[in-house]
């Protein structure tokens, strides 16, 4: 059931003098001076009846009145005038205008008196249907386009000249039913035979020739012709229930009044053009650059497709709404759109939202608009669409990962975006950045970790020993990744290790994660490799078995090499003792460590490179001259160069003489 629209009336006639007889609503007097002008009115026997269409401010109501000549009335050139009081807050209701122009009543004198009934019909409010049906114009298009063009691109009052004033109500009906409720309320218009010079009617239908002075005079911004003039013509010939219902959203918020239809007839007409969508959002972004101006419009044209009514072709996809918002840019409030929110919904649904962010040029987004953008999408987003939207737009990705950090674990975002920003982030958070480099070591993005190694470098460190903190297994592709970010950063990047390097895991890291030419192992002292090298059992029967053979080659090799270098005769004789016999067996094989020998044989005194066994030997027989072994001792080492026993022996006893105490005991031992 339809809700009738309560409306006032009121009778205004001849009697004794031009006064009110009549009224279903009290009229403060303010409000009875203006009704007594605009109800008086002159005819010159050709027209029937004028239309007046006024607002009556001071009661916040609209008044419709129709006036007739009252022939025969006490005084000749009196006239009837019935009113019509609309409240302001109704005239949205009344899409159309039907019913209330249906709705004027003349009155019926009898015997030149007026009956009590007929001035009690007066007395009553009427309650009015709100048609949903438009009227629909018979006026000729050069009539109507002069009025639209005089209304609608300038404040300054306009008449026309029309063949009947009584016909021209039609017309006056029309342009008023066009317009959104705010506009109606300030809107000033009337069909007359004569034209006056009032300044304050808003639309003159005269049926008089117009003087010069009396011509229309319309300028203003907005173009004379044009789009917006062909729809809002078409609107008046046949009421499109879709445009109208797009001027009463948008004029809400029209703080310009009539100057403002020109812009919002001309928005809804451009969208239907070829490119009308974009052409439309850069025309809102022009003509409304605030964002807190023609906020209905902006969500109904770049909200979600239920916020509101749109013009015709509009899309209705959202990606694509979403897309016009950046080519509107300054212009919206992306925080109030949820923009931010809509780009994560629209990949999560079509995977569009990469490809949106991607399009955007920050440089014509405000500031308030890309933090909104940023915020929207790191509260709204998941770690994966985060990461996909950041490397998607660099500008705003940076942005994106300033939010969330943690994005800093994906190598891409290196490679995608500014990494001497991305640093700068990592510079103001120490647990941020330990997270960081413990994902990208997890996921072996060589590239930042240098970055972050090269520029943190106890980072490294770091990493070094939360590889090796497991006793048992090194991650033996951990330890290649922290290689090659070794490899590119350089040792000389390093500083000397923040924690005390002891356990044997982390030599055992630190022997796979350095060239061992780089002599990064020589920060740690002689004495902690001996006792690694004590506690990994070359039989891989120890706690220690699960060593890869390329970490054992190398541990023997850099303690016996550290102990060498180390200048103390305990800690070469210790090594020597414990590293020769694995040393010298293993030699032998052509799977012994590359590096590892290279690393030996720049410690080992010359020989030949064939016989990597006679080289140790080499090298074990000048240790025992230099440092003058205990005949035990030697005896011990003789026998782990089994079956090259005699070779050593010779080496060691070569340049010492055959009676020497030493020699003597040795042989002794030998028996």
């Known amino acids: 059931m339809v809700d009738l629209i309560a409306v006032h009336q009121a009778l205004y006639g001849y009697d004794d003098g031009h006064r009110l007889l009549a009224s279903s609503a009290s009229l403060a007097p303010e409000a009875q001076r203006q009704l007594r002008t605009l109800t008086d009115a002159a005819f010159e026997e050709k027209s029937g009846s004028y239309l007046t269409v006024s607002p009556l401010p001071v009661q916040r109501l609209q008044a419709f009145i129709c006036t007739w000549p009252a022939k025969g009335w006490v005084r000749p050139g009196s006239v009837w005038s019935h009113v019509l009081l609309v409240e302001h807050a109704d005239l949205a209701l009344l899409e159309g205008l039907s019913a209330l122009r249906q709705a004027f009543r003349r009155p019926t004198p009898v015997d030149a008196e007026l009956t009590d009934a007929d001035l009690k019909s007066y007395r009553r409010p009427l309650h009015v249907e709100p048609a949903t049906t438009g009227i629909a114009v018979q006026a000729s298009d050069q009539l109507l386009e002069s009025i639209l063009r005089g209304l609608y691109t300038s404040d300054r009052p306009v008449r026309a000249q029309v063949p009947s004033a009584e016909k021209a109500e039609e017309v006056l009906w029309a342009i008023f039913e066009q317009q959104w409720p705010r506009l109606r309320r300030t809107f000033t218009g009337r069909t007359r035979e004569r034209a006056s010079q009032s300044k304050e009617i808003d639309l003159e239908l005269v049926e008089r020739r117009l003087k010069t002075s009396e011509q229309n005079d319309a300028s203003g911004d907005v173009p004379t012709v044009g789009e917006w003039l062909g729809v809002a013509l078409a609107d008046l010939k046949r009421p499109n229930r879709q445009f109208r219902a797009f001027l009463q959203l948008t004029g809400a918020e029209s703080a310009g009044g009539r100057t403002d239809f020109a812009s919002l007839a001309q928005i809804y007409a451009v969208s239907a053009g070829p490119d009308g969508p974009a052409d439309t959002a850069r025309m809102i972004r022009d003509a409304f650059p605030l964002p807190t101006t023609q906020r209905s419009l902006k969500r109904s044209l770049f909200g979600p497709f239920s916020v509101g009514p749109a013009p015709a072709g509009w899309p209705e996809f959202d990606a694509e709404r979403i897309r016009l918002a950046f080519v509107a840019g300054p212009s919206l409030d992306f925080a109030e759109l949820k923009v931010g929110e809509r780009v994560v919904d629209s990949f ?51 942005l994106i990962v300033s939010r969330r950090l943690s994005l800093l674990a994906d190598e891409r975002i290196w490679t ?96 796979l994660t350095s060239d061992l030419s780089s002599g990064l192992w020589r920060r740690v002292k002689p004495s902690d490799w001996l006792r690694a090298m004590d506690a990994v059992d070359p039989e891989q029967r120890g706690p220690h078995r699960m060593l890869p053979s390329e970490v054992v080659d190398r541990m023997f090799a850099v303690a016996l090499a550290s102990a060498s270098d180390g200048g103390s005769a305990t800690n070469r004789r210790a090594a020597w003792s414990q590293a020769f016999r694995f040393l010298h067996k293993s030699l032998e094989s052509t799977s012994f460590d590359e590096e590892a020998w290279r690393l030996l044989s720049n410690s080992l005194p010359a020989g030949p490179d064939w016989d990597r066994c006679q080289r140790l030997r080499i090298g074990a027989a000048a240790e025992v001259r230099r440092d003058q072994w205990s005949p035990e001792s030697v005896q011990v080492l003789l026998k782990d160069a089994h079956p090259y026993e005699g070779d050593l022996y010779d080496r060691i006893t070569y340049h010492t003489k055959k009676k020497d105490s030493f020699v003597k005991a040795l042989r002794r031992l030998l028996q």
């Open 348 to 398: 999560r649904a079509t995977s569009l939202g990469a490809d949106l962010l991607g399009a955007v040029d920050v440089d014509v987004l405000s500031v308030e608009n890309v933090e909104a953008l940023v915020l929207g999408i790191t509260d709204h987003a998941d770690s994966v669409t985060a990461t996909e939207l950041a490397l998607s737009q660099p500008d705003v990705g940076l």
């Open 416 to 511: 995608t975006l500014d990494s001497d920003l991305l640093m700068d982030l990592l510079a103001e958070d120490e647990e941020v950045r330990m997270q960081v480099s413990d994902s990208l070591l997890l996921y072996g993005a060589v590239v930042p970790l240098a970055r972050i190694c090269s520029a943190f470098p106890e980072q490294w460190w770091r990493l070094l020993t939360q590889v090796a903190s497991n006793e048992v297994v090194l991650d033996l592709e951990q330890c290649a990744t922290l290689r090659r970010v070794l490899e590119r950063i350089g040792t000389a990047a390093l500083d000397s290790p923040p924690v005390k390097l002891a356990s044997t895991s982390e030599l055992a890291a630190l022997v």
